[in-house]
């Protein structure tokens, strides 16, 4: 029997058109038709399924980036061999790359992305 795990909320303003899962399921990058470029972080919290024994790690949205392209992003993917670096696509024609990192700020520890490469036609 198929159950949803978990409503992400508070990411995007419209349309989403993407999803990708990072290759160690600690992060889930989302885009959309608001350009918007969401994401979500596997944190400690769990969320128990109160029909099952079934326990899932809760994502949390870790940082976004308002206007990741011109248009609409249309597609994300990480890369299989590194859960820091995904690539974006855009109806703009541009694929950017990204990098996430982390930092300590204050004893909390915060995600960020850079874009750190673009290739447009």
Same mark, same amino acid.
Request: hydrophobic letters at 35%.
């Given at each position: 029997?198929? +159950?949803?795990?978990?409503?992400?909320?508070?990411?995007?303003?419209?349309?989403? $058109?993407?999803?990708?899962?990072?290759?160690?399921?600690?992060?889930?990058?989302?885009? *959309? =038709?608001?350009?918007?470029?969401?994401?979500?972080?596997?944190?400690?919290?769990?969320?128990?399924?109160?029909?099952?024994?079934?326990?899932? *790690?809760?994502?949390?949205?870790?940082?976004? @980036?308002? #206007?990741?392209? =011109?248009?609409? #992003?249309?597609? $994300?993917?990480?890369?299989?061999?590194?859960?820091?670096?995904?690539?974006?696509?855009? +109806?703009? *024609?541009? @694929? =950017?790359?990204? =990098?996430?990192?982390?930092? @300590?700020?204050?004893?909390?520890?915060?995600?960020?992305?850079?874009? $750190?490469?673009?290739?447009?036609?």
């Amino acid at each position: 029997e198929s +159950r949803c795990a978990q409503v992400l909320k508070g990411g995007h303003r419209s349309t989403v $058109t993407a999803m990708s899962f990072s290759p160690d399921t600690r992060f889930l990058v989302s885009s *959309g =038709k608001d350009r918007r470029l969401c994401v979500w972080e596997r944190k400690q919290a769990t969320l128990s399924d109160e029909e099952s024994s079934i326990t899932w *790690g809760a994502f949390e949205l870790s940082c976004a @980036v308002d #206007v990741a392209h =011109k248009r609409i #992003v249309w597609g $994300t993917h990480f890369c299989p061999f590194d859960s820091t670096v995904f690539a974006t696509c855009s +109806r703009d *024609g541009s @694929v =950017k790359i990204w =990098k996430l990192s982390e930092r @300590v700020d204050e004893e909390e520890t915060k995600t960020s992305l850079e874009e $750190t490469q673009m290739f447009v036609p």
